[in-house]
């Protein structure tokens, strides 16, 4: 375990603009079978029965939300069996402005959001990345008390959480142990549908790309091959989600909200948007969805006050 530890110590960094390198590179490293990825780690309590991945967002400021998710644990009464790990999806900008070894993975831009492989040093998409560090917890020599893993993420960090969660890869050795994976999704810009229904008028003509991926199924990443719409749809409604909104991020100028014409056909503003798929989903699932939607009243576009409220701590703990 300690051996484990050592190459695993994950913190990470904030930043003000996706477009330039991070100001800090997690000192952490995770050997994956493909590369290294940077990452940062809570204190390893000593009976983990809970790990929290946090996803950062488009400014891959994984630091920020390794603090907030440590809050939200210490608010809610679950430090002493959480452990929070934060991997860092550095892209090429950060590299070049920071000295990293050439194992450690790098992506180019943002494609690290939509499932996207990595540029160097192998081609790994984001998704394996977060299927390997699933699958290494769900060793039970070194996690033998484990039974909840929960993969959270807010705004760009919340698209990474819903899309992978629509493609993710079973674990059928988590399944076996009876530990559950549940994903929070806080405040995305959008979500994938499943087919080409939306809930706000639009032109197809002028909005053409509407239903490629990542906004609908058109055009999938590699990771996703060999699955059908039937299957993701028929998985997606079967996995222990939750839809966490703000009910302030009702903002439909905010600088960092997809205002895209296949962004804006889910909807104005976050809010709305989340609201729409929630309603979508249940008409998918007739017969009675199993997925929460829960609304966070007096917060906007904030992920520690998403994740540290009463509503936040509830889904991240439940």
Known sequence: MK???????FTCTTSQAAEHGV?????????????????????????????????HGRLRNAQT??????????????????????????????????????TVLRWQGNEWM??????????????EALDEIIARLGDRQQFPDLKQIVIAGHSAGAQVVQRYALLGHDQPALETAGVQVRYVIANPSSYTYFDERRPVAFS????????????GLTDLPAYAEGQTAALLQEKYLKRN????????????????????????AQGPYRLARGRYYFAYLKRLQPQGLQQQLIEVPGVGHNGDGMFTSPQGQQALFP
Do not use: M
């Not at 051996?3 to 110590?9: G, H, T």
């Not at 197809?204 to 906004?215: D, I, L, S, T």
């Open 65 to 102: 939300y390794l603090q907030s998710a440590e809050r939200a644990a210490e608010l809610a009464g679950q430090s002493a069996t959480t452990l929070v790990i934060a991997p860092q999806f550095l892209n090429e900008d950060d590299v070049a402005q920071h000295p990293v070894a050439d």
């Open 114 to 127: 939509a499932g996207g492989e990595s540029t160097a040093p192998f081609r790994l998409s984001s998704y």
């Open 3 to 9: 051996k484990w530890w050592l190459v695993l110590l």
């Open 241 to 264: 989600i939750v839809y966490l909104l703000g009910q302030q991020d009702v903002d439909p100028n905010h600088p960092a909200l997809d205002k895209s014409c296949e962004a804006k």
């Open 204 to 215: 197809h003509a002028g909005c053409p790309q509407f239903n490629r991926w990542k906004y």
């Open 23 to 55: 100001k800090e590179i997690s000192p952490g490293r995770l050997l994956l079978k493909s590369g290294e990825i940077a990452v940062g780690i809570s204190p390893a309590p000593p009976k983990i029965e809970r790990v929290l991945i946090i996803v």
